[in-house]
């Protein structure tokens, strides 16, 4: 390669050394400096989109925040009442009154429900208030299917919750 570089007149040499300075000048642009450019703008990217993205957790976890504080408590006297008088109060205000069969005390804390065809969905829209508004769970539940869709027959039996005791589901 030298003594062909050798061979080449001055004005060649010139002419072939600006040209090899240029291809190295590109190869350098082209396989080092772009890549590099183009990852760092990527990485810039995707760091203002994870920011973005914690400022936005960040106001989403104080708005949940300040919507438990706003969560309403427990009805007021609704610790004063039995068991087994909010169980069937807010039952028949579930539209579930017509499906009782049966209702009575089951021991010291305790309620067992029977309910025939009644509606699915209303009843564990049901269940889940009683849990949420008034601290109130199944402690055994069965449920079997019938003939019309959509309809349960079910067995309950509720307790109130250890930590609601008898004030209704308020904790100090």
Do not use: C
């Amino acid at each position: 390669m030298r003594a062909w570089f050798d061979s080449l007149a001055p004005r060649e040499r010139r002419v072939v050394v600006a040209g090899g300075t240029v291809l190295v000048v590109v190869l350098l642009w082209a396989l080092v400096w772009a890549p590099f450019r183009d990852r760092y703008l990527a990485l810039q990217d995707a760091v203002a989109g994870k920011q973005e993205l914690a400022t936005w957790m960040s106001r989403t976890a104080a708005r949940i925040q300040a919507l438990e504080g706003d969560r309403a408590p427990a009805p007021a006297g609704d610790g004063n009442r039995s068991l087994l008088a909010t169980v069937d109060q807010t039952s028949r205000q579930s539209g579930l009154g017509p499906h009782i069969k049966r209702i009575e005390p089951d021991g010291q804390g305790a309620v067992r429900l029977w309910l025939e065809e009644a509606p699915f969905d209303p009843m564990v829209r049901w269940l889940v208030a009683l849990a949420e508004g008034h601290g109130i769970h199944a402690r055994q539940a069965g449920v079997d299917a019938r003939d019309a869709a959509g309809r349960v027959n079910a067995r309950l039996t509720l307790e109130r919750d250890a930590a609601a005791g008898s004030d209704g589901g308020l904790t100090p």
